[in-house]
């Protein structure tokens, strides 16, 4: 392939593109809603999964005590925490520090919390408790339940299999449409291209009469479903980054404790990926049609 | 140049469209294929083009036998011919000089070749001052003769022409044998499939006539055979008798040739073929 070609073939590729809009715009854009779903899906099964790994990491159970409880009983609840046999570890978290804590993740949103330190502070005293054994779970949390001063506990191990769970159904049902979605996608772009090559017959039986060769031919049809394919990509990227920030902004504000994957060190990846995949998926949906088109009727020069 | 050896091609559907057709074209001939629809004409050429391949025999371009090429290699064997349609096959959207431009580009041209070489085929063809109009902006003769000078631009050695009068004004297409003849005068071999008897008649090339996928007529065979009765009668006292007799066998083959043509004309090769293939012709209306 000679330089003076390639230039040729690209500005074929877009002619191709505008020529055929249409459905150029069908194709992207039912490539973007099947990437757009990829990244949501793989973004929600991140968090999923490292909101469960924190959670089932630590082991720990954190019981809240009685607001405005005097730190004389507080401390009387942690010693008999400590006495129940089952628990190994047993550690005050003043509502200062959680306050403090809750900043520290917030990170620049965090300063919203400015002015409620204090007697302000919303937030209870805690005990954060792992035990020995956590097939005794039930008794144990039973027994502290019984301590006076004791508010309420965070119960975290329904809240895994529960994630363990959404996480489930979000896989499978991302992955089956993914699947439908990419089909459809690559049936899409073959047609587009299917369209250009029909719309260029006269083209490309000229081609053939004079002796191009069948790569030749081929390429523009392929730079035009790889066009489509960087476009959807490229827009799919742009929507899911500024959607990510957005939804983990929202969610900090309903949720201020829970912590969402920071993608921000994965952006030149993530980027480079959804480039790839859409640059392939026009790339198999060009080859598709235009090998089924040559293999038929592309020899044909005189009739 | 072109050669056909026991060539016989049957399609899918079981119509024989060539039965053992035997064939040389020299380089720098001039051939007329005549014949009535459904003869084989397209067969023949879409034989040389590799667009089909034979069932039976061998079809050689240049020394090459193309029966069985390889899809790989037909772009390559195609750049060796310029082929010249009907329906002109010019792109309407692009001007006089990008059609031929294209031609050149689709195999590889630099664009300072291109730009050396367009130019040169349009004034070739009368069309230099064309060069910036469009195909739907010009009459069918000249339009043809965009369709020519594609053909030519990549400088084939041979230029296959499909009944490139069929859509010209009659006048017109004497201009475009013209061309061609001029072309083929330069030393390009042209084969040219016509239904126009007036223009067989008046360009004296040699003529082969298909028929029912046989050649039933071929000029040059019947002027050879009369060349040899000739030199041979005319030189009987140093030739023994087995020479007269055959000399005397390939004078009456000749004239039965004539005699089924039903030729009432002085007699001339092209005559005798011509009239068999408007008997043809007429039996087919």
């Known amino acids: 392939m000679k330089i003076h070609n390639i230039g040729y073939l690209f500005k074929e590729g877009i002619k191709n593109l505008w020529k055929n809009r249409t459905m150029s715009i069908a194709s992207i854009g039912v490539l973007i809603s099947c990437l757009l779903l990829t990244g949501c899906a793989v973004l929600i099964s991140m968090n999923l999964t490292s909101m469960m790994s924190s959670i089932e990491g630590n082991n720990s159970v954190t019981i809240y005590l009685n607001e405005g409880l005097p730190s004389l009983s507080a401390i009387e609840v942690g010693e008999q925490i400590r006495s129940i046999e089952n628990i190994s570890e047993c550690n005050f978290v003043p509502k200062d520090d959680a306050l403090a804590d809750m900043m520290e993740r917030l990170g620049d949103d965090g300063t919203i919390l400015n002015g409620l330190d204090g007697d302000d502070n919303f937030l209870p005293d805690a005990y954060t408790i792992s035990m020995y054994d956590l097939s005794l779970y039930d008794d144990t949390m039973n027994q502290i339940q019984a301590i006076e001063g004791v508010d309420r506990y965070t119960d975290y191990s329904h809240i895994a299999t529960m994630l363990s769970n959404i996480d489930l159904i979000v896989r499978v049902a991302s992955l089956a449409i993914i699947v439908i979605l990419g089909i459809v996608s690559l049936f899409i772009i073959s047609n587009t291209v299917k369209v250009t090559m029909f719309s260029r017959r006269t083209e490309i039986s000229i081609m053939k009469s004079v002796g191009a060769t069948n790569g030749f031919v081929r390429i523009p049809f392929i730079v035009e479903g790889m066009i489509i394919g960087l476009i959807s990509g490229g827009v799919s990227v742009t929507v899911l980054l500024l959607a990510y920030d957005r939804a983990v902004m929202a969610l900090y504000n309903i949720v201020p404790f829970l912590t969402a994957v920071d993608i921000d060190p994965y952006i030149g990846y993530i980027i480079a990926a959804y480039a790839v995949v859409g640059a392939l998926f026009g790339l198999f949906g060009g080859s598709i049609s235009i090998g089924k088109y040559l293999n038929n009727e592309g020899e044909n020069a005189v009739a | ?285």
């Open chain 2, 1 to 285: 140049m072109i050669e056909f050896r026991n060539v016989s091609k049957v399609y899918n559907n079981g119509t024989e469209a060539l039965h053992n057709i035997n064939l040389t074209v020299e380089k720098g001939e001039f051939v007329f294929i005549v014949g009535s629809s459904g003869a084989g004409k397209s067969t023949f050429l879409k034989l040389i083009t590799c667009e089909e391949h034979p069932n039976e025999g061998q079809v050689i371009i240049d020394g090459e036998d193309v029966s069985h090429i390889r899809k790989g290699k037909i772009p390559y064997v195609r750049r060796k011919m310029g082929l010249v349609f009907q329906d002109f096959r010019l792109i309407d959207h692009m001007t006089v000089y990008d059609n031929v431009a294209f031609a050149m580009r689709v195999v590889g041209a630099s664009p300072k070749m291109i730009k050396k070489r367009v130019p040169y085929i349009l004034s070739l063809v009368g069309l230099q001052h064309k060069a910036k109009h469009y195909p739907t902006e010009m009459s069918g003769g000249e339009r043809q003769r965009v369709g020519l000078a594609r053909a030519l631009v990549n400088n084939p050695s041979m230029i296959i022409a499909d009944e490139p009068t069929g859509n010209i004004d009659p006048a017109l297409s004497f201009e475009i044998v013209d061309l061609l003849s001029e072309i083929n005068r330069r030393g390009t071999t042209v084969l040219m499939v016509t239904h126009e008897h007036s223009l067989v008649k008046h360009f004296h090339k040699r003529i082969i006539q298909i028929h029912s996928g046989e050649i039933v007529a071929d000029t040059a065979a019947i002027a050879r055979e009369q060349q040899a009765a000739a030199a041979i009668s005319q030189d009987t006292e140093t030739v023994d008798r087995e020479a007269i007799r055959r000399a005397k066998e390939a004078r009456q083959k000749a004239d039965d040739e004539a005699r089924r043509l039903e030729s009432t004309r002085e007699f001339s090769a092209t005559d005798a073929v011509l009239a068999g293939s408007e008997d043809d012709e007429q039996a087919d209306a």
